[in-house]
Nanobody, 121 residues
């Protein structure tokens, strides 16, 4: 199966931290870029952070200085370290990958099912 599996969401108090993980299935041969998106109730899904296979990163202005995206290519995993969490960070967080797969050979965009992050005030 071609899939991304997220984990690490949960309930935290404002000012707390969480680390989200997103692991790609082994059917994904190469990941060109991975990113974290989030969607809060009544809002559009937005890009939070992204990282290329070469390690280049970018962040939404709202999370700069608080969130850090990183990768472990050996584990085929991307992480999102979230510090100084705010109630407005509450959302379902989705992992996204621009991937190359082999069966059949093709490029495609893959989305995870999401993990809920709730930040209480």
């Amino acid at each position: 199966q071609v899939q991304l599996v997220e984990s690490g969401g949960g309930l935290v108090e404002a000012g707390g931290s969480l680390r989200l993980s997103c692991t790609a299935s082994r059917s994904i041969f190469r990941i060109n870029a991975m990113g974290w998106y989030r969607q809060a109730p009544g809002k559009q899904r937005e890009l939070v952070a992204a990282i290329t296979s070469g390690g280049s990163t970018n962040y939404a202005d709202s999370v700069k200085g608080r969130f850090t995206i990183s990768r472990d290519n050996a584990k085929n995993t991307v992480y999102l370290q979230m510090n100084s969490l705010k109630p407005e960070d509450t959302a379902v967080y989705y992992c996204n990958a621009d991937a190359f797969v082999l069966s059949p050979m093709r490029n495609l965009e893959v989305w995870g099912q999401g993990t809920l992050v709730t930040v209480s005030s």
